[in-house]
Nanobody, 123 residues
């Protein structure tokens, strides 16, 4: 059974930092694109960041570039998101995702999803 399990969410003040982690199990994801989406209350789910299988190609949505850093460890089947300089508008449920296709991933059609972890940034 394939599972993606997120951890590391919580409540933080604006300007603070959090680190999200996603542990994948049930198969090897070393050849997959992995990354993060988020969904704020009343809004559609949006792409946040992605990293290709080699770790050499990384994508960020404009609103987080320079503040968030994505990384992966293929040996451990994990992907992480270091979030710095957090803003209230970063408040959302953050989802880990994985797919063999970059197109599928960035269009929100990943084959695998985690259950989500809440990130709340207070002003």
């Amino acid at each position: 059974q394939v599972q993606l399990v997120e951890s590391g969410g919580g409540l933080v003040q604006a300007g603070g930092s959090l680190r999200l982690s996603c542990a994948a199990s049930g198969r090897t994801f070393s050849s997959y694109v992995m990354g993060w989406f988020r969904q704020a209350p009343g809004k559609e789910r949006e792409f946040v960041a992605a990293v290709t299988w080699s770790g050499n190609t990384i994508y960020y949505t404009d609103s987080v570039r320079g503040r968030f850093t994505i990384s992966r460890d293929n040996a451990k089947n994990t992907v992480s998101l270091q979030m710095n300089s957090l803003k209230p508008e970063d408040t959302a449920v953050y989802y880990c995702a994985a797919d063999g296709s970059l197109v599928a991933f960035t269009t929100g059609q990943s084959a695998y999803w985690g259950q989500g972890t809440q990130v709340t940034v207070s002003s």
